[in-house]
């Protein structure tokens, strides 16, 4: 079945320590994007890339990077500028091109990151 | 700015009808969007509804919006156990590759 992977799900970190966090859709979508969601906050664009190779800073993208060398894969890692990291993150990935565009995204399953 | 606000918290009676409210503030959005996440998952998509329409209907679940007053609201009749979770107003706003979601209201159901 198609969908969008999030790979760990739980993930502890030590201060000062960078992280990667996977995302791979097989939905063959050209958008992707980075959430962060903090209890009461909602959701937050960390970064989005419409196409491969390209990629935009969102609203709170201090402290993150991404890359987007595959059409199928979009990683997160959450550098140690990062001042407060811990986060339930989503990945997500949307059609952009069509008579379907619609704008739903599909979303992963999230990663939990907990800085001890 | 752009903008989406709904409440935090609704408490429903099992059976009764849930009603979830939403203002936005961008008015050129094209979509507005109701999605459901059920503890520790992702977001799903529970409908949308299109700027030109004032309601649509899919079985359990009604979306009305008022362009005028930029309130979109979601009703979930017969609610359930089941429908515990929080749920996310969202709005296309001026660019298809930015959806701007609501803080979410979280949805609990007494017996």
């Known amino acids: 079945d198609g969908g969008i992977t999030q790979s760990p799900k739980y993930l502890f970190r030590k201060e000062g320590q960078n992280v990667t966090l996977s995302c791979e859709q097989n939905?063959?979508?050209?958008?992707m994007y980075w959430y962060r969601q903090d209890p009461g906050q909602g959701l937050r664009l960390i970064y989005y890339?419409?196409?491969?190779?390209?990629?935009q800073k969102g609203d709170i993208a201090e402290g993150y990077s991404v890359s987007r060398e595959k059409k199928e894969s979009f990683p997160l890692t959450v550098t140690s500028a990062q001042k407060n990291p811990t986060a339930f993150y989503l990945c997500a990935s949307s059609i952009t091109q069509g008579a379907r565009v619609t704008g739903e995204l599909f979303f992963g399953e999230g990663s939990r990151l907990t800085v001890l | 700015g752009e903008d989406v606000e709904q409440s935090l918290f609704l408490s429903v009676r099992e059976g009764d009808s849930s009603v979830i409210n939403c203002t936005y503030t961008?008015?050129?959005?094209?979509?507005l969007y109701w999605y459901k996440q059920e503890p520790g998952a992702g977001l799903q998509l529970l409908t949308y509804i299109f700027s030109n329409m004032d309601m649509k209907q899919d079985q359990r679940l009604t979306v009305l919006l008022n362009k005028k007053d930029k309130h979109l609201s979601l009703r979930i009749a017969d609610t359930q156990t089941g429908d515990s979770a929080i749920y996310f107003c969202a709005e296309s706003g001026s660019s298809a590759s930015k959806i701007i979601f609501g803080s979410g209201t979280r949805l609990s159901i007494r017996p």
């Open positions: 890339s419409q196409i491969v190779n390209d990629f």
């Open positions: 961008d008015s050129s959005s094209t979509y």
């Open positions: 939905l063959n979508h050209d958008a």
